[in-house]
């Protein structure tokens, strides 16, 4: 293509063609048909340029006639209200599904990641102390890992502890340190929370200085973060 | 007049109108995909995991209710029966099985009002992994378990349901 | 004609960002969460309760719209200790001084504490008499439907 073709092709675009000049572009369009797809495609990017430049430069003022402009700029403006509104719809709904937050400020807990889109994530709510219910979690939560890690299934499981199901993560108390040591090694997939506000209230209240088991990570509020992860799309499993 | 129509063809051919008339079939679409869930009937999965008799007639009359409000044909609800749960559909010839602190519960107004809920077309799953742990390993001991419902693992279950739109209630 | 044409392309553009935008805002501006209340142990209500206190310290109370619903033995919640006499069902009353005073507290934060109307008729409860700080507006037909309508609309669920 000659430069001074794309030159017209440009101004053609642009609107900015006298009634003549138009009519002379469209006539060589019809003739080559690799002309008109680049009409076309220099439009759509040109529109999209718009959209990213959400106000465009000022019109330049110019004399003349433009009677063909009005298809192109009403297919134009309405692709590019079709985009925002569709995009205005969709991206903060996916952008909020994958995201992952670490636990604690030295990096500790599961990476940020994105997550592929088949991925299952749980989020375990556990407010019983009762170790019999707390050994069958364990046993449910390590079956899970250990039957999608064999078939290369992605998972994410958080088991989030406050009230007296602390007792799960408090050094004195729970019957599987090591058991919990020994999977939160097996799988980087799993992660155990204790909340903080529970361990705040037991120190106030009791004054309990509570230690936790190693592998246990620390948030502000139990519930908070169960809400948190039911909008990221996590399933909710109460205990 | 020429020019206009001249150009009025040339529209047509050109690749913008069909990305514009995709992207309007797009909006619709994801519009009436985003007004589908209002329109559909209700998905609710109940989690039972909890052997307590008292607790779990009071979680049947709550699904009983829920129907009551929602009409039979307004809501697909499914009751997962995970953990001591599993003891809701347990005939009492199972009994003996049981470990100590747990009764079989499928006996009496329990039973009636199991059936009831089946008749108004609720679905009851049962944790297969759940009923090994307590010994029970035949489903004759089963008050009329399809096989289709004894699920492998319930855990595994409430997150397939609540995956697929299921709205999650543990009473 | 193509100037007033760029310049409504412009405003249109321009419309449906901020659509777009203003959907993302109100969509996960405030956190929308229901607590599913069922059972009439004191010492867990208590703990309920402050879970939820905790919940609003950690969001802020402009950020949240909570909402409590209660039923079955839940009710006992707000059940006034003089009405264990007529009502049905019931073992325990926890509306005690102390308990009035935390629900107080968590209502002027915007809480919304909702009863299930089958609870309440079917356990012979004069709602207005026996229930503290009643009023028509609290009553939901079903708990169980109330907690599935509101997860529909949005609404994160929480177990305390």
Redesign the interface.
């Known amino acids: 293509m000659s430069s001074s073709n794309e030159l017209d092709l440009n101004a053609f675009v642009d609107g900015e063609l006298t009634a003549d000049q138009q009519a002379e572009f469209l006539e060589a369009m019809r003739d080559d048909p690799e002309l008109a797809r680049q009409a076309c495609e220099l439009g759509q990017l040109k529109a999209q340029l718009r959209l990213a430049y959400a106000s465009p430069p000022p019109p330049r003022l110019r004399g003349g006639a433009r009677v063909g402009a009005s298809w192109r700029a009403i297919a134009a403006s309405g692709i590019l209200l079709v985009l925002g509104v569709v995009a205005g719809w969709l991206l903060p709904d996916d952008v909020e599904r994958n995201r992952f937050v670490v636990l604690d400020a030295d990096g500790r807990g599961q990476t940020p990641a994105t997550a592929a889109n088949d991925e299952t994530r749980i989020v375990f709510h556990l407010t019983n102390a009762d170790p019999l219910v707390a050994a069958e979690l364990l046993d449910e939560v390590e079956g899970m890992l250990a039957a999608y890690q064999a078939d290369h299934r992605p998972l994410r499981v958080e088991v989030v502890s406050h009230s007296d199901g602390l007792a799960l993560l408090r050094q004195s108390l729970t019957a599987y340190g090591t058991r919990i040591h020994e999977l939160a090694q097996r799988f980087p997939n799993l992660t155990f929370v204790a909340c903080r506000n529970t361990i705040d209230r037991l120190r106030v209240e009791r004054g309990i200085e509570v230690r936790l088991v190693p592998d246990a990570e620390v948030i502000d509020s139990g519930v908070n973060h169960v809400v948190r992860r039911q909008k990221e799309g996590w399933s909710y499993i109460r205990v | 007049m020429y020019d206009r129509q001249r150009e009025f063809r040339f529209a047509w051919k050109c690749p913008l109108w069909f990305c514009f008339a995709g992207l309007v079939g797009l909006l619709v679409w994801t519009g009436a995909a985003y007004a589908a869930p209002d329109s559909a009937r209700q998905q609710v999965v109940y989690h039972i995991s909890d052997g307590d008799p008292d607790r779990q007639r009071s979680a049947l009359r709550n699904v009983a209710n829920h129907l009551n409000i929602l009409g039979d044909d307004g809501a697909d609800i499914v009751v997962v029966l995970q953990g001591d749960g599993v003891t809701l559909l347990l005939r009492p010839d199972a009994q003996p099985q049981l470990p100590g602190g747990l009764s079989a519960n499928a006996t009496g107004e329990v039973r009636i009002g199991i059936e009831d809920l089946r008749l108004r077309g609720v679905r009851f799953e049962v944790c297969a992994h759940s009923l090994a742990r307590r010994g029970i390993d035949d489903d004759r001991y089963l008050l009329d378990v399809d096989p289709a419902d004894l699920v492998p693992s319930g855990i595994d279950e409430l997150v397939r349901l609540q995956r697929a739109g299921y709205t999650y209630i543990k009473p | ?3 007033y ?6 405003g ?6 901020w ?3 203003t ?2 805002e109100t ?2 501006a405030k ?1 929308k ?1 229901v607590y ?1 209340i ?1 059972g009439d142990d004191p010492k867990q209500q208590v ?1 309920a309760l ?2 939820i206190q ?2 609003i ?3 802020g109370k402009d950020n949240l719209d909570l909402r409590v619903v209660m ?3 839940g009710l006992s919640l707000v059940l006034l200790p003089d009405a264990l006499k007529h009502t049905k069902g019931f073992k325990n009353a926890n509306a005690d001084a102390q308990q009035q005073a935390a629900i107080d507290n968590l209502k002027i934060q915007g809480v919304q504490f909702k009863v ?1 109307a ?1 609870t309440v008729k079917g356990r012979m409860v004069n709602a207005s008499e026996d229930l503290y700080d009643f009023s028509e507006a609290d009553i939901v ?5 109330e ?3 509101l ?2 609309q949005g609404f ?5």
């Open positions: 004609m193509t100037r044409l760029k310049f409504l392309l412009a249109l553009i321009g419309l449906a960002v659509t777009g935008a959907a993302a969509g996960s956190q969460v599913h069922n703990g402050r879970n905790n919940h310290n950690a969001v039923h079955g033995n299930c089958n037909p079903s708990g169980v439907a907690l599935a309508i997860q529909s994160a669920y929480i177990k305390p």
